[in-house]
Nanobody, 115 residues
């Protein structure tokens, strides 16, 4: 069974930066996609960024140019470097791992952008 543990959330001022990390425990085989999703109060969960096990990246339009997703396949980790943060980036950010057969989620970490 795979478990995902996120870290790195917190409070940051507009224009600031934060780095989120997610570590997957357990064995992961084959092609897979790791990524970050977020959910703000009263809104639906939305994709932020994903990266496949072969390095293909995908970003939401709202974060393109500001966020960068990376992963370390040897360590089963994925990170999200967030820059030029805006109040509208405030949300609970969840790590996701999608394999051919399963879909795993972390518990989420709060990111608050406020002065």
């Amino acid at each position: 069974q795979v478990q995902l543990v996120e870290s790195g959330g917190g409070l940051v001022q507009p224009g600031g930066s934060l780095r989120l990390s997610c570590a997957a425990s357990g064995s992961i085989f084959g092609f897979n996609t790791m990524g970050w999703y977020r959910q703000a109060p009263g809104k639906e969960r939305e994709l932020v960024a994903t990266i496949t096990s072969v390095g293909t990246r995908n970003y939401a339009d709202s974060v393109t140019g500001r966020f960068t997703i990376t992963r370390d396949n040897a360590k089963n980790t994925v990170s999200l470097q967030m820059g030029s943060l805006k109040p509208e980036d405030t949300a609970v950010y969840c790590c996701n791992l999608r394999t051919r057969l399963n879909d795993y989620w972390g518990q989420g970490t709060q990111v608050t952008v406020s002065s």
